[in-house]
């Protein structure tokens, strides 16, 4: 956002230093996964996460490399929910 624009109350501008300054702190800390969107629902599935996104998007995510799976797209709204069905005994 560009703040030369919009005239914004003191505490929000408040607010937003405070987010830089934590984001300075801990970029350091563990390897987080980065998103196309905002997650809205998480599963963990043995070494594995499912991520379902505001994008429309659903992920499967392997937790140690950090690397993507699978990749579910086509739906036309944000998807909401996700459930695992395990094909086990």
Known sequence: MDDSILFRAESELAI??????????????????????KAIDVVVEGNAIWIVENTHIAKKIDLESGKILQIY?????????????????
């Open 16 to 37: 937003t230093e405070a987010r830089k300054q934590k984001v300075e702190r801990t970029k350091l800390f563990g390897s987080p996964i980065q998103l196309g969107g």
């Open 73 to 89: 797209r086509g739906h036309m709204a944000p998807v909401t929910l996700s459930s695992i069905l395990s094909r086990g005994s």
